[in-house]
């Protein structure tokens, strides 16, 4: 969980005020008077650790091809007249 909170701290990662559930059970996620986890009400920080762990190298999304101005030209123009 130390690199989710340091993401979280960098900005590198960014919760929506709008889940709710999330919020809730961050808010309850914390340690026992030996530094070990609490693992009660922890389902979607356990899925968001196991996805920032090990799905970082794909999330980064690959950039789209886009056509060529003149393929756009050559198909009848960008309002799709015929010439």
């Given amino acids: 969980m130390y ?8 900005g590198q990662l960014k919760i929506f005020s709008t ?13 026992d008077g ?9 389902h979607l920080q356990d899925a968001l650790k196991y996805a920032w762990v090990s799905g970082r190298d794909v ?14 030209l050559r198909r009848g123009g960008p309002m799709g007249f015929a010439r």
Wanted: proline residues 7%; glycine residues 2%.
């Fill in 3 to 10: 690199e989710v909170h340091e993401a979280l701290v960098q």
């Fill in 19 to 31: 889940l709710t559930n999330f919020r809730e059970e961050f808010r309850l996620y914390r340690r």
């Fill in 34 to 42: 030996n530094g070990k986890i609490i693992k009660e009400r922890d």
């Fill in 59 to 72: 999330m980064i999304p690959e950039p789209v091809a886009q056509p060529a101005a003149t393929s756009i």
